[in-house]
Nanobody
């Protein structure tokens, strides 16, 4: 089992940047593939990006590709979401999640609010 805690959210102007962190408990962090998701008010939760357990493979939803980067540091049990060129439509609660292999994401953090002003 793994527990996840996000940090780094906040208020930023359009065009700005933020880096979110997701710290994981436990000694098996490197066994989990990690994902970032977001949910805006009144909308369904949306996949943002993911990274393999080794960090050698990433995948992004089209709307953030080229602006967002997912990375991880297995020595620090942490996964990151670097967000550049932020837009008001990126405003949402961002959550990280963990899964084993291609299974469903089974472990979730509580989320951190990102607000982008125009």
């Amino acid at each position: 089992q793994v527990q996840l805690v996000e940090s780094g959210g906040g208020l930023v102007q359009a065009g700005g940047s933020l880096r979110l962190s997701c710290a994981a408990s436990g000694r098996t962090f490197s066994s989990y593939a990690m994902g970032w998701f977001r949910q805006a008010p009144g909308k369904e939760r949306e996949f943002v990006g993911s990274i393999s357990k080794s960090g050698d493979s990433t995948y992004y939803v089209e709307s953030v590709r080229g602006r967002f980067t997912v990375s991880r540091d297995n020595a620090k049990n942490t996964v990151y979401l670097q967000m550049n060129s932020l837009k008001p439509e990126d405003t949402a609660v961002y959550s990280c999640a963990a899964r084993i292999g291609d299974s469903k994401y089974a472990y979730w953090g509580q989320g951190t609010q990102v607000t982008v002003s125009s």
